[in-house]
T-cell receptor
Framework: ELKVEQNPLFLSMQEGKNYTIYCNYS?????LYWYRQDPGKSLESLFV?????AVKQEGRLMASLDTKARLSTLHITAAVHDLSATYFC?????????????FGKGTLLTVNP | GAVVSQHPSRVICKSGTSVKIECRSL??????MFWYRQFPKQSLMLMAT?????????EQGVEKDKFLINHASLTLSTLTVTSAHPEDSSFYIC????????????FGPGTRLTVT
C-alpha cells in the first residue's frame, strides 16, 4: 500500500523567511503533484513533476523530485502572508495509466506578518 | 483551458433524502473522473473512479449502493448520495482527466453537503 507522508503538518513562519516542506512516499513513482488549498476552496494545481531530478519554480515556490530517494520538496523563499494555505503533495504510482492519486495529509502553512 | 465545474456548490438536505452532485468538464473530454470526500482539516479521500460508459470503481470501504456514480457522457459524471445521514456531511470534490491532453487531474470547485 502506498504511503505518502508530509512534514511538517503544521508550519508557522514569519514573513521573509525560507522553509521547506517534505513529501516522502513509499513506492516507486515518477509522477508527483503539489496542490494548494485555501479554506473552503478546492485544490489549485501548483506543480507537476514527472521525472527524476525535475525542478519547477513559480514565484516564491520551488518544487523538486528525487525519485531514487522517493522524496519531493516544496521550498518557500521569502514567505509572504498570501502564501498562507494548506499544501498537499500527491503521488501517482500507476505510471500514468490510471491517473489515480494518493494524497499526503497536507501541510497547513501560516505566514505571520 | 481544463476547467471543471460542479453543481451545486452548496446543498443542505434532510436526513433520509437523496442528493445529486454534477461534475462537468467544460472544455475537454474526460474518459476518467474521480470523486473525493474531504472532512474538515483532513486530506482528500478518494471515493471512486468514474469511467465513461462503464461501472465506477469504488475504493475499499465506500458503499457503492449509497454513493451512486454515473458517467454517461465524456463531459459529465454524477454522484448521488442516497438516504443521506448527518455523517455524510462533507466537502465533495470531483476531478477529471483530459483524455486528449496532459494526463493529469483537473479539480472541480467542490460541493459542500450538509445533512440535517
Amino acid at each position: 500500500e502506498l504511503k505518502v507522508e508530509q512534514n511538517p503538518l503544521f508550519l508557522s513562519m514569519q514573513e521573509g523567511k525560507n522553509y521547506t516542506i517534505y513529501c516522502n512516499y513509499s513506492t516507486t513513482s515518477d509522477r508527483l503533484y503539489w496542490y494548494r488549498q485555501d479554506p473552503g476552496k478546492s485544490l489549485e494545481s501548483l506543480f507537476v513533476l514527472l521525472s527524476n531530478g525535475a525542478v519547477k519554480q513559480e514565484g516564491r515556490l520551488m518544487a523538486s523530485l528525487d525519485t531514487k530517494a522517493r522524496l519531493s520538496t516544496l521550498h518557500i523563499t521569502a514567505a509572504v502572508h498570501d502564501l498562507s494555505a494548506t499544501y498537499f503533495c500527491a503521488v501517482d504510482i500507476s505510471g500514468g495509466s490510471n491517473y489515480k492519486l494518493t494524497f499526503g495529509k497536507g501541510t497547513l502553512l501560516t505566514v505571520n506578518p | 483551458g481544463a476547467v471543471v465545474s460542479q453543481h451545486p456548490s452548496r446543498v443542505i438536505c434532510k436526513s433520509g433524502t437523496s442528493v445529486k452532485i454534477e461534475c462537468r468538464s467544460l472544455d475537454f473530454q474526460a474518459t476518467t473522473m474521480f470523486w473525493y470526500r474531504q472532512f474538515p482539516k483532513q486530506s482528500l479521500m478518494l471515493m471512486a473512479t468514474s469511467n465513461e460508459g462503464s461501472k465506477a470503481t469504488y475504493e475499499q470501504g465506500v458503499e457503492k449502493d449509497k454513493f451512486l456514480i454515473n458517467h454517461a457522457s465524456l463531459t459529465l459524471s454524477t454522484l448521488t448520495v442516497t438516504s443521506a445521514h448527518p455523517e455524510d456531511s462533507s466537502f465533495y470534490i470531483c476531478s477529471a482527466v483530459n483524455s486528449g491532453g496532459a494526463k493529469e487531474q483537473y479539480f472541480g470547485p467542490g460541493t459542500r453537503l450538509t445533512v440535517t
